[in-house]
């Protein structure tokens, strides 16, 4: 008799364990995620990042959206600052959920895209006088 109440017991304990460690693997992969998340969002922010020219759109996990400028970078976190208000906010980036933005343009590729844009306008013009 002792010794199915002791068997009843152990199972029990078993059972309790057994939840515990999947609970506990469940948090450590939610940490692992946000880990990746936290590093795929540093090397986005140090690709898009640096001056006023280049505007940036946040979403946090909590909700918050913010729109501006990258004005400082950190090793765990970057600050961003709203151009109209001039209103600086520090942003982890464990915290972020959506981050979208572009580097500003080189000066390099500006000239190119003008180029672009006139010999497209000289084609046409060429075309057109030659079907004329």
Do not use: H, W
Not at 1 to 14: D, E, F, N, Q
Not at 18 to 40: G, K, L, P, Y
Request: hydrophobic share 45%; net charge positive.
């Amino acid at each position: 008799m002792v010794s199915k109440i002791v068997a009843v017991v152990l199972l029990g304990v078993m059972a309790c364990l057994s939840f515990r460690a999947e609970a506990q693997s469940e948090v450590d992969e939610q940490a692992r995620e946000r880990q990746n998340t936290a590093s795929i969002a540093k090397a986005r922010v140090q690709e898009i990042a640096r001056g006023k020219s280049s505007v940036v759109y946040v979403k946090l996990r909590d909700g918050t959206q913010l729109r501006g400028y990258i004005s400082q970078i950190a090793n765990d976190s970057f600050t961003m600052t709203d151009k109209a208000t001039n209103i600086t906010t520090a942003v982890s980036y464990g915290d972020v959920v959506v981050l979208r933005g572009k580097a500003p343009s080189s000066a390099r590729s500006k000239v190119r895209i003008g180029a672009g844009i006139g010999l497209s306008i000289l084609a046409t013009v060429v075309g057109v006088l030659a079907t004329s």
